[in-house]
């Protein structure tokens, strides 16, 4: 049984707010994670790859746009020698699309290697997206210009049945190209970083470190794919003499990521300056895990009081040889982080951290409601040319709006017009249309639409139709007329 811990700290507050929580939970089966944990694309590439032991496939069926480039460099791994880069200059986003289950929390990786690619020297900086929220910039001009290539991950609950990543130009990227190495969607257990409402944040990973070892840790010791860098102080480093398990911690973490840790001698305060990065003013979840690495025995067991930054995290915390896992939903942190772990009393060892994860909490940025993206798909599909970036979220985010889709301002947006206007588009309009029932403005004259005009009656809001000029056969629905707010046809 886990057990786990969570404080709350409200920043506005004077006084510092405890909660504990004991959380059991009920044993998950972990056979349906087993490997493919998910998806894991080499993008730009031809063939599969394994980097490893994970199988790296082709991304050719996840996006329909972009072009491909091969590094031509020696010593690279596998995914890094191809990459797919969008010069479209007009598309509003450029999207991977995965067929995912509702409601499954994951785990999304992006890799980039530069590679001078496009025959310049500095690596373009440009926007990454997942599902409707503006995730970050990617900037990776640092990395590359130590030789390294860089990565970003999210946390997400998927709210439908696809999930979509994004990358998109800003005001940054000038005549280049965004451009991505490798990407990773991977399946989470439910149980994980649950504290936080996945239906409003996500969680972007800010640094995720085992204490006292030597090697990064991921795939296989980590069945998610997670991986966790070393960290080393100047403090003294323990080796577990214990058995422990993966499942006595909350969030799952890998047993070598907890089978060392750091300490200090008996009566002394073991101060760490973690996560080794200065942090950007923000909200963040903090897990810390600890474990008393002695032989396994009534008295293997420590206590001792955890402050972040001179604020209270946990007091009395009972670190036994089974571990323990205490987190924070929501604490802020700005600037350089300090942890101290102060001993009670008459405790004949010092205190002992093993490992922790920092994850910056995304507020989402909202999405399209389902039926319009149905409608909106449907309309695609119908379509033989749609603008190249009709893929992922049809509204969001705002700015990043399929070309011609201008939605509503709510969190769940919608479709409140739609304008292809002289956009040289061939298909048919779907009887679905009729379900865009916030839709104001209908206008597609100009182009080569064919078949027949739908019935529109489910189009409560139509104010302006513009339909003139397509080669549509027949003659208008009878349900045109009844449109109470029609005004201009
Ligand atoms: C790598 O080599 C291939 C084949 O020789 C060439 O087509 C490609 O442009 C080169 N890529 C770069 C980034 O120089
Ligand atoms: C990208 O990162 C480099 C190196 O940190 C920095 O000098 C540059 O200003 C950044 N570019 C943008 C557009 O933020
Ligand atoms: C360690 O724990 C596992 C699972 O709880 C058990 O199967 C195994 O026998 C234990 N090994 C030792 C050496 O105690
Ligand atoms: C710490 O946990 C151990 C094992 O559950 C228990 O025996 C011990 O009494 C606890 N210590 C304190 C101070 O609660
Ligand atoms: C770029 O994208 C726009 C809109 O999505 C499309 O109309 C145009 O044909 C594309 N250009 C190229 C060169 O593919
Ligand atoms: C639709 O686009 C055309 C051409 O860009 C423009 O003239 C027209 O005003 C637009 N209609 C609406 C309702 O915005
Ligand atoms: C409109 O939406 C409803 C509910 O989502 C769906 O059952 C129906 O099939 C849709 N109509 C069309 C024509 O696609």
């Known amino acids: 049984m886990p057990s786990g811990g969570a404080v709350a700290y409200h920043n506005m507050s004077p006084s510092v707010f405890l909660l504990f929580l004991f959380v059991t939970v009920p044993f998950l089966p972990h056979s349906a994670l087993s490997n493919p944990l998910g998806f894991f694309l080499n993008c730009g590439g031809t063939n599969e790859v394994t980097v490893d032991s994970l199988k790296y496939i082709p991304d050719g069926s996840y996006t329909k746009v972009g072009t491909v480039a091969t590094i031509n460099k020696t010593d690279l791994l596998p995914t890094l020698t191809t990459l797919r880069y969008f010069p479209n200059t007009s598309s509003r986003k450029f999207c991977y699309t995965f067929p995912v ?18 025959g310049g020297k500095q690596p373009p900086v440009f926007d990454q997206i997942i599902e409707g929220t503006k995730w970050s910039v990617v900037n990776t001009t640092e990395d ?3 030789g390294l290539s860089s990565y970003y991950e999210v946390v997400v609950v998927s709210p439908g049945k696809k999930l979509s990543v994004c990358l ?25 970083y649950n504290p936080i409402d996945f239906s409003k944040y996500a969680l972007v990973t800010v640094a995720r470190h085992h204490f006292g070892g030597d090697d990064i840790i991921s795939f296989p010791d980590d069945k998610f794919n997670r991986m966790w860098q070393p960290f080393k102080d100047e403090n003294p480093v323990v080796i577990s003499n214990s058995n422990i398990s993966s499942s ?28 080794p990065v200065l942090l950007p003013s923000s909200y963040y979840y903090i897990s810390l895990y600890f474990q008393d690495n002695r032989n396994p025995s009534p008295f293997s067991w420590r206590t001792f009081d955890v402050a972040i930054n001179g604020h209270t995290f946990y007091s009395n915390l009972n670190a036994t040889s089974k571990g323990v896992t205490v987190y924070a939903a929501q604490w802020p942190l700005s600037g350089q982080t300090k942890i101290t772990m102060t001993p009670s009393a008459d405790m004949p060892v010092g205190p002992v951290v093993n490992a ?8 989402l940025g909202g999405r399209t409601q389902t039926r319009d993206v149905i409608a909106m798909e449907d309309l695609a599909k119908s379509l033989q040319n749609p603008p190249r970036d009709w893929n ?26 739609l304008n292809l206007t002289n956009g040289g588009i061939a298909g048919t309009l779907p009887p679905s249309i009729g379900n865009l029932t916030a839709l104001s403005h209908l206008w597609i004259g100009g182009n080569k639409f064919t078949g027949t005009i739908p019935d529109l009656h489910g189009l409560r809001e139509l104010q302006t139709l513009h339909l003139e000029n397509n080669k549509f056969e027949g003659s208008l629905p009878p349900s045109i007329e009844k449109l109470p707010k029609l005004q201009e046809m």
Do not use: M
């Open 144 to 146: 590359y210009a130590k």
């Open 356 to 363: 922790g994860e920092v994850y910056q909490i995304l507020p």
């Open 101 to 118: 289950i509702k409601g499954n929390k994951y785990l999304v990786k992006t890799i980039y290697y530069y590679g001078e690619f496009d």
């Open 392 to 417: 992922g979220d049809p509204c969001r985010p705002k700015g990043n709006s399929w070309t011609g889709v201008t939605c509503s301002d709510q969190f769940v947006a919608r479709v409140i017009a």
């Open 248 to 275: 006595d911690f909350w969030n799952l973490p890998p047993v070598k990521a907890i089978s060392s840790g750091i300490t200090t001698s008996k009566g002394k305060t073991l101060e760490i300056q973690w996560p």
């Open 168 to 192: 998109a130009r800003n005001e940054h990227t000038g005549n280049s190209s965004p451009f991505i190495s490798a990407l990773e969607v991977k399946s989470l257990d439910g149980s994980l």
